[in-house]
């Protein structure tokens, strides 16, 4: 069955540096998501993403985030400057229909650690 | 905006017991809802969703839920819990439009005494 995968499992920073978080979403999907689940609390919408572009973004999703899709199979999710706050779990997820609810399927998600 | 509500933050229950687990929504529209299962290091996967028609929906590993819009409810339940259901769940609702994001719940633990 085709699933979503997510690298690295686990990365740990410094506060300030650069982090790229990659997914690799189900082959024939459209949307793309990232979501973010700090320890012991509930799961976040970060960003979506359709036909190259953010279609839909949260207030958490701010400046130092950004997403692309660098070629026809990964989809990243870059943070300019970790802050300790940005510490959590973060979930890739896709969908395969445009303009409908539509199951996500999640990857196993990036626990991110900043020191 | 949307928002789902778990108001059990942990469960524990007997194996073999019944589950119920409750989940209400507050969305101006036809809510789009889903249950999500996550074990423990492991990503989130999908029981059930309802987008409309029969009320009652089933899912994967025996479980149901039932949409009931006059009390916003979507409730998950399972007849006979397996110590392999202990795991967290979560509950959430989708807008239906492009986009399409999920808000989710806060989650209910849940643990299987044997």
């Known amino acids: 069955e085709p699933e979503v995968t997510q690298t690295p499992s686990h990365q740990v920073t410094q506060m300030g540096q650069e982090v790229i978080l990659r997914c690799v979403p189900i082959s024939n999907h459209l949307y793309f998501y990232w979501y973010r689940q700090i320890l012991g609390q509930k799961v976040e919408f970060l960003v979506s993403f359709y036909n190259n572009e953010i279609s839909e973004k949260s207030e958490i999703f701010d400046d130092q985030f950004s997403v692309e899709r660098p070629d026809g199979s990964n989809f990243t999710l870059k943070i300019r400057s970790t802050k300790l706050e940005d510490s959590a779990m973060y979930f890739c997820?896709?969908?395969?229909?445009?303009?409908?609810?539509?199951?996500?399927?999640f990857g196993p998600g990036t626990r991110l650690t900043v020191l | 905006a949307q928002s789902v509500t778990q108001p059990d933050i942990h469960i524990t229950v007997s194996e073999g017991a019944s589950l119920e687990l409750r989940c209400n929504y507050s969305?101006?529209?036809?809510?789009?809802l889903f249950w999500y299962v996550q074990s423990p290091g492991q990503g989130l996967q999908l029981l059930l969703k309802?987008?409309?028609?029969?009320?009652l929906v089933q899912g994967i590993k025996g479980f149901e839920a039932e949409f009931k819009r006059s009390q916003s409810s979507f409730n998950l339940r399972k007849p006979s819990v397996h110590w392999s259901d202990a795991a967290e769940y979560f509950c959430a609702v989708a807008k239906g439009n492009a986009g399409n994001m999920l808000t989710f719940g806060g989650g209910t633990r849940l643990m299987v005494k044997p």
């Open positions: 309802y987008f409309s028609g029969d009320t």
């Open positions: 969305y101006g529209a036809t809510p789009y």
């Open positions: 997820a896709s969908t395969g229909l445009a303009g409908t609810a539509d199951t996500q399927y």
